[in-house]
């Protein structure tokens, strides 16, 4: 059993009844295979984690047809896209995780490192950890926008991560 998110992840009975049904099951079906709700939650992390490496996965073998610009540009919008798709998930990857949910993390470094070998392992893990806080941190205010202004946000979070990203990682390196 995979080690459990520190109280990170709150599930009200109402949320987990809503979710049952709409999954077609029942609270007892779902204790046939779990012990408590921090094991679905951490199940559900770890799927979605999996599920997201891969992904950045493509975009790494993908990456090196591509120009430094259109590769960020691409990263970028994977990033993004992760945080409106799944924000509180975004949320969780920043705090101390099971190896499997931190993999993503070491899968941008990766990522980064791949336009960039002269970066360390340590600033690459440093520029991920940036992309993260940077998108959870926007996420909120993406999310309390009004409808005509949730894209410029995005524009906004877009410019900014685009910015770091060559200025920090794919030119100097230090």
Excluded: C
């Excluded at 009844?17 to 921090?38: E, H, T, V």
Aim: hydrophobic share 40%; aromatic share 6%.
């Amino acid at each position: 059993m995979p080690s459990r998110p520190s109280g990170l992840v709150r599930v009200t009975p109402q949320q987990e009844r809503s979710a049952l049904r709409l999954a077609g099951s029942s609270i007892g079906a779902l204790y046939n295979y779990f012990p408590d709700k921090q094991s679905v939650a951490t199940t559900l992390l770890i799927q979605f984690a999996e599920e997201e490496r891969a992904r950045l996965q493509i975009l790494l073998a993908e990456s090196k047809h591509m120009s430094d610009a259109r590769f960020v540009e691409t990263f970028v919008n994977r990033m993004v896209d992760l945080g409106r798709e799944r924000p509180a998930w975004l949320r969780l990857l920043a705090e101390p995780m099971p190896f499997r949910i931190d993999s993503v993390r070491r899968t941008i470094a990766e990522a980064v490192r791949s336009r960039n070998p002269s970066l360390s392992q340590k600033r690459a893990m440093v520029a991920a950890n940036v992309v993260v806080y940077s998108i959870k941190g926007i996420m909120p205010l993406y999310q309390e926008a009004p409808a005509e202004s949730k894209e410029l946000v995005l524009v906004e979070l877009r410019k900014m991560l685009t910015t770091y990203i060559v200025r920090n990682t794919l030119r100097d390196g230090k």
